[in-house]
């Protein structure tokens, strides 16, 4: 699977390096990168843990920031 998302309210360069090692280290990604100047975070996975892995990346942004909204890109 590959999923693309927008993180409005991402303002902090510290906090996209975060989110983006964060995302990387769930179970199931193979790999995630998250564009900075178009806070646009691209996710690659597995299939069948498509949910448990969207889940768990919103967590982890609500974590770094929790004014951040997470929309499908």
Same mark, same amino acid.
Not at 19 to 48: K, P, Y
Not at 49 to 72: A, G, L, Q, T, Y
């Given at each position: 699977?590959?999923? +693309?998302?927008?993180?409005?309210?991402? *303002?902090? #360069?510290?906090?996209?390096?975060? !989110?983006?090692?964060?995302?990387?280290?769930?179970?199931?990604?193979?790999?995630?990168?998250?564009?900075?100047?178009? +806070?646009?975070?691209?996710?690659?996975? *597995?299939? #069948?843990?498509?949910?448990?892995? !969207?889940?768990?990346?919103?967590?982890?942004?609500?974590?770094?920031?929790?004014?951040?909204?997470?929309?499908?890109?």
């Amino acid at each position: 699977m590959k999923r +693309a998302f927008r993180l409005e309210g991402l *303002d902090c #360069a510290v906090c996209a390096s975060k !989110i983006e090692t964060g995302v990387r280290a769930i179970a199931g990604v193979s790999a995630a990168q998250l564009n900075f100047m178009t +806070a646009r975070l691209v996710i690659e996975g *597995d299939d #069948a843990n498509v949910e448990d892995i !969207i889940s768990k990346m919103k967590k982890i942004v609500k974590k770094v920031d929790p004014d951040i909204i997470i929309k499908r890109a």
